[in-house]
Every structure is written in structure tokens, then in C-alpha cells.
């Protein structure tokens, strides 16, 4: 069983060359039962990311769509330190997964967001602004959960995007 990124640091290191090389057993991780296995396919995209961002905004595109709501969180989850790095970049991926249903998906959209406004606070604002006009209660409640960390630094912009879905900031 896969547990840790050191069970799979050939996957990982054959990645950073050729990262197409190494997305379908992430892909088949990802969809795994069990959860630290599914973290350590998020992870591993992670740390490719850190020496091609392209192919795996790429590739996390392609996992938006699938079927298994545990592929959709690894296409979010792996997208964490590009986001900090190029948010433009990710928000192809987002958009796609704003409407998710699946509350794991949702969870980690929003988290993508969190980690994106240390630095781009106003790419998270503007994405917000647009999202909250959606009116898709999935997308409302990653808005909601997306800001949770803005509402310190923020407050003023925070407290009227969520005026807007009726929620007191």
C-alpha cells in the first residue's frame, strides 16, 4: 500500500522529467480507497508541478472531468503550489470544479483558493466577486469557504461578496 510520497519517489522523480510519463498511476492512485494513498497522488502532483506547472495544469484539466469525485479532489489538491506561485494559471482547473457537488471536491477547491490569497488576495477576491454571481449553491459554498481566511486582512471586500448570497461576514 501507498501511504507516503517515498513509496512512489520513482514515480515522482520519473515525473519531473516526463510528467505525462507519470499520470496514469497517479491517476490510478488518486481513485485509490484509501485515503493516504489518494493524498500521496495530490502530493506527488505537487512536487511535479514545482518543474512543470504547464503539464500538470494540464493533466488536472483532464482529471476535472472525471467520473470519481476521488480524481476531481487530487486534480484540485495538486494544483496547491502552483496556485501560490500562477493562480491565472489554475484557474482553468477551478473553474470546472466550482459547481462540484461532491463536499470532498468542494473542501479542497476552497482550500486552493485559501492558499492562493497569502499572496493573490485580489485574484481570490475578483474570482469570488465573479463566482458568487452564479448562484450554483456549490459554488456559494466554496465562495464562502474560500474567503475564510480574507475576512482578517479584507474585511470590507469579504463582508460584500458574502452580502451578496445573504451571509453576515
Sequence with gaps: MVTKVSDIKEVVRRGRSD?????????QLAAASN?????V?????????????????REAL???????????????EGLRG?????????????ELLRGDSELYVKKSVANVLRNASAKHADFVLHL???WVRSYNRDTQWIVKEGLRKLRATRAREVEKILRSLGIPA
Design 19 to 27: 510528467p505525462k510519463s507519470a499520470f496514469a498511476e497517479l491517476k
Design 35 to 39: 485515503w493516504q494513498t489518494r493524498e
Design 82 to 94: 502552483i496556485v501560490k506561485v500562477d493562480p491565472d494559471a489554475v484557474r482553468p482547473v477551478l
Design 41 to 57: 497522488a495530490a502530493t506527488a502532483l505537487v512536487e511535479i508541478g514545482k518543474t512543470d506547472q504547464d503539464a500538470v495544469v
Design 62 to 76: 483532464r482529471w476535472a472531468k472525471d467520473r470519481d469525485p476521488n480524481v476531481r479532489r487530487a486534480a484540485s
Design 128 to 130: 469570488c466577486g465573479q
